[in-house]
Nanobody, 121 residues
Framework: QVQLVESGGGLVQAGGSLRLSCAAS????????MGWFRQALGKEREFVAA????????NYRDSVKGRFTISRDNAKNTVSLQMNSLKPEDTAAYYC??????????????WGQGTQVTVSA
């Protein structure tokens, strides 16, 4: 069983930046792909970004490409999401997630509790 704890959310003005971090514990972090998802109020949870076990493969939803960057540090068991040029439509609860294998396939099977990101106009 893995425990995922997010941090770094907050309130920021449009055009600003935030860096989310997720600390993982409980099983070998470097063997699993990781992802970030978000859920805005009244909407379904949606994929934001994902990274494979080594960090060599990264995926992003179209609306965040060029603004968000996912990265991981296997020595520290952390995955991060650098968010730049934030927009009000990025406002959501952001969730860290772990996939069941080394590559981003299917849906994650472990989730963090989430951290709120609010972008004011």
């Amino acid at each position: 069983q893995v425990q995922l704890v997010e941090s770094g959310g907050g309130l920021v003005q449009a055009g600003g930046s935030l860096r989310l971090s997720c600390a993982a514990s409980g099983r070998s972090f470097s063997n699993y792909a990781m992802g970030w998802f978000r859920q805005a109020l009244g909407k379904e949870r949606e994929f934001v970004a994902a990274i494979n076990w080594s960090g060599g493969l990264k995926n992003y939803r179209d609306s965040v490409k060029g603004r968000f960057t996912i990265s991981r540090d296997n020595a520290k068991n952390t995955v991060s999401l650098q968010m730049n040029s934030l927009k009000p439509e990025d406002t959501a609860a952001y969730y860290c997630a772990q996939y069941s294998g080394r590559y981003v396939l299917g849906v994650p099977n472990s989730w963090g509790q989430g951290t709120q990101v609010t972008v004011s106009a």
